[in-house]
C-alpha cells in the first residue's frame, strides 16, 4: 500500500517493452471485415469462374423402362462390342481343354519319331543287352589271357613285393664305411664324451697344490682365525701394571 512502491510500479510497467506490445499482440493476427463489401464478393465470383463450379448443370434426367426397346437394343449392342463377351466362351470353358485323337495317324508317327530321336533307349549299355556267352569258348580264354597280359597292378606286383625287402650284409666295405661316416658326421657322437664328463662334474684331490693354496689364502685372509689367539689369551695376562 505505500505511495512510494505503487507509483514505481506503475513507472516499471510504462517502461517495460512487453506491457508496450501485449495488447498489439493480442490483436496482432484478428482482422475484421464485413461480408458483404464489393471486392470480397467480387473475389468469390472469380474463384467461381477460374474453379469450373458451377458450370456444368444437368439439364434434365431420363428414366427409361427396363423393357424398353431402346435399352435392349443398346444392351444386345454392347455385348457385340464386348471383347470379355466375345472371348468369355474361349477363357471359361474351351481354354485348357485339350484333345488328343488317340490311335489316329499323327499320333503314331508322332510316337515312333520320339522313339527314334530317343538317346536314352539308343545308348543302351552293353552290359544291359540280352546275351549269353559260353565261358569256355576261344574267344573268352584269349580275352582273359590278354586282360591279364595288359593288367599293370599284376605286372608291377612282383617288383612291389622285393622293392622294400633287400638285404645288405654286414661285412660289405661300402656298409662299413658309410657307417663310420655317419658316426663322424654326427653331432650326438661329437658331443656325446663332453656331456658324459658334465654329469661326473669336477674331480680334485684334497691334496691338490690349488686346494691347498685356496684353504692358506682363506685362512689368511680370515678376521676370525686372525683373533682367535687374542681371544682365547684375553684374561690371562700376568704382570705389574707399571715397571
Not at 62 to 71: F, G, I, K, R
Not at 101 to 111: I, N, T, V, Y
Not at 148 to 159: A, F, M, P, T, V
Not at 186 to 213: E, F, R
Request: with cysteine; charged share 30%.
Amino acid at each position: 500500500d505505500d505511495p512510494k512502491l505503487v507509483h514505481s510500479m506503475h513507472i516499471a510497467k510504462l517502461q517495460s517493452d512487453r506491457e508496450y506490445k501485449k495488447d498489439y499482440e493480442k490483436t496482432k493476427t484478428k482482422y475484421h471485415m464485413p461480408a458483404d463489401m464489393f471486392h470480397i464478393i467480387a473475389a468469390k465470383k472469380s474463384q467461381d469462374v477460374a474453379s469450373n463450379c458451377n458450370y456444368r448443370h444437368m439439364l434434365h434426367n431420363y428414366t427409361y423402362l427396363p423393357d424398353a426397346m431402346s435399352v435392349a437394343l443398346s444392351k444386345n449392342m454392347m455385348n457385340i462390342q464386348s471383347d470379355n463377351m466375345y472371348k468369355s466362351d474361349y477363357n471359361n470353358w474351351f481354354k485348357g481343354i485339350g484333345w488328343s485323337p488317340l490311335g489316329s495317324l499323327e499320333m503314331d508317327k508322332a510316337k515312333k519319331a520320339a522313339q527314334a530321336l530317343d538317346e536314352h533307349n539308343y545308348r543302351q549299355k552293353p552290359s544291359k543287352l540280352k546275351f549269353t556267352s559260353v565261358p569256355d569258348s576261344i574267344e573268352m580264354e584269349l580275352a582273359k589271357i590278354n586282360a591279364l597280359q595288359l593288367n599293370d597292378k599284376l605286372y608291377r606286383s612282383g617288383g612291389e613285393k622285393i622293392k622294400h625287402k633287400y638285404t645288405l650284409p654286414i661285412d660289405v666295405p661300402q656298409f662299413i664305411q658309410a657307417k663310420w661316416n655317419a658316426y663322424n658326421l654326427s653331432d650326438h657322437c661329437y658331443k656325446n664324451n663332453w656331456k658324459k664328463s658334465l654329469a661326473k662334474g669336477p674331480h680334485l684331490k684334497s691334496d691338490a697344490i690349488p686346494i691347498v693354496a685356496a684353504k692358506a689364502s682363506r685362512r689368511i685372509a680370515s678376521d676370525y682365525k686372525y683373533k682367535e689367539a687374542y681371544e682365547k689369551e684375553k684374561g690371562k695376562h700376568f704382570g705389574f701394571r707399571s715397571l
